[in-house]
C-alpha cells in the first residue's frame, strides 16, 4: 500500500511539474472579433438596451426577431422576461419596462 501512495505522489509531482513547463512555454493569443454588422436603432432608452442587453448579445440578435403586428408590447416582454429567468440576465426590475418601450417602438 505504502508504495502504491509513493507511486501516486511520485505521479502527482510529475504531472504538476509538467503542467507548470506548459504553462511557462504558453504564449499569448490574439483574437480578432468580427465587425459589427448591425447597431441599435436611435430612440428613447436606447441607452438602457444597449446597457443590459449586449453584455450577452449583440444587436444582431434582436433584429433577427420576428416581426409584424402580433410582435409588439406583450411579445418584447415575454422576451425580455425570459432572457431574465432562463438565461440569467442581470436586468433590473427598473429597467425592464424602459427596455420594452425601445424594442416595442423600433423593432
Known amino acids: 500500500m ?3 501512495m509513493r507511486l501516486a505522489a511520485a505521479a502527482l509531482t510529475l504531472a504538476a511539474g509538467m503542467g507548470l513547463t506548459a504553462m511557462a512555454q504558453a504564449k499569448p493569443l ?12 436611435p430612440g428613447t432608452n436606447r441607452d438602457v438596451v444597449m446597457n443590459n442587453c449586449t453584455a450577452c448579445h449583440s444587436s444582431d440578435y434582436i433584429q433577427t426577431q420576428p416581426r409584424g403586428p402580433k410582435f409588439k408590447k406583450d411579445f418584447w416582454t415575454a422576451e425580455v422576461n425570459k432572457m431574465i429567468k432562463v438565461y440569467g440576465a442581470p436586468i433590473e426590475e427598473g429597467d425592464i419596462p424602459k427596455i ?8
Do not use: R, S
Open 100 to 107: 420594452v418601450e425601445y424594442l416595442t417602438e423600433n423593432y
Open 2 to 4: 505504502k508504495a502504491t
Open 30 to 41: 490574439k483574437i480578432t472579433l468580427p465587425d459589427e454588422t448591425a447597431a441599435f436603432k
